[in-house]
């Protein structure tokens, strides 16, 4: 039978590690958001794991919505050309809006998101990246809570895809070279 683990060579950060930083995170965001507006706007389709249990572990009230980009044409490297594929539902003019992304990486999603966030006029509007690869960063961009700073190394699982599987491993990994071969 052919299982998705079968492909990674190495676990970098495991459910327990990943579990842990998320409670941490939410008990931040919880604490600096206490009588704010808080609008989550989670970056499809990489953010979804990270938003679900982030939004398990934040105590105050908040709303959800999502967003979608597309840049990586299924490629392992970033094409750095990033396109609106799914705007939100409603207006955020008076909401404090905190970005939910799976990753920083070069910055060009980010910095593209920020620039059409910032054109509706939110209270105010942070970052709340899961992995940062802080070698990769091409734009002037960085995130107000990061989960894991990493190598620059390609990733998968926990939201993460190549060619858009993997997503349902329950860790990121990294995976043999023979995947891409
Ligand atoms: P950026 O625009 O270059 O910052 O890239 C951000 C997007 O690239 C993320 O939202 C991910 O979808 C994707 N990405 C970056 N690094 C990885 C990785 O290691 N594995 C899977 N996807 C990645
Ligand atoms: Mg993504």
Redesign the pocket.
Known sequence: MHKITDCIERILLDEKMLAEKIAELGKKISEDYQNKNLLLVS?LK?SVLFLSDLLRKITVPCKIDFMATS??NGEVK?SGI?RLTKDLDTSIENYDVLII??????????SYILEILNAKKPKSIKICALLD?PEARKMNVEADYVGFKIPKV???GYG??YQEEYRNLPFIGIPKPSLYS
């Open positions: 970056i990489g840049s990586f970033s990033v992304e799976d990753i920083l990486d070069s910055g060009a999603t980010l690869k390609f990733v998968i993460f895809d």
